[in-house]
């Protein structure tokens, strides 16, 4: 069994900054990617930004330039700064990684996902 640990998150004005963090656990072999997703009401879920073991990024446009994944292989965590965050950004987070168990299989998992609200 493979759990996904969010914390961070909260209310902040626009401008401002907020660390999402992101911690794996079980039976792990390997995470090949590590990164975050979001979902506003009545909206998708959809990608924010991944990380894979080698350390290439994949962000979507709209956090191009103002949030930064960064991740530690040792401690399997993953780690999403934000700045300069707009009202825009207000959603609920969700960590996400594929994991490779013990017995070499791969599979997709979700954190309970973390709110950010981004107001004035």
């Known amino acids: 069994q493979v759990q996904l640990v969010e914390s961070g998150g909260g209310l902040v004005q626009p401008g401002g900054s907020l660390r999402l963090s992101c911690a794996a656990s079980?039976?792990?072999?390997?995470?090949?990617?590590m990164g975050w997703y979001r979902q506003a009401p009545g909206k998708p879920r959809d990608l924010v930004a991944t990380?894979?073991?080698?350390?290439?990024?994949n962000y979507a446009d709209s956090v191009k330039g103002r949030f930064t994944i960064s991740r530690d292989n040792l401690k399997r965590t993953v780690t999403l700064q934000m700045t300069s965050l707009r009202p825009e950004d207000t959603a609920d987070y969700y960590c996400?990684?594929?994991?490779?168990?013990?017995?070499?299989?791969?599979?997709?998992?979700w954190g309970q996902g973390t709110q950010v609200t981004v107001s004035s």
């Open positions: 079980g039976s792990i072999f390997s995470i090949p990617t």
């Open positions: 990380m894979t073991t080698s350390g290439r990024t």
């Open positions: 996400n990684a594929d994991v490779e168990n013990l017995r070499f299989v791969l599979r997709n998992y």
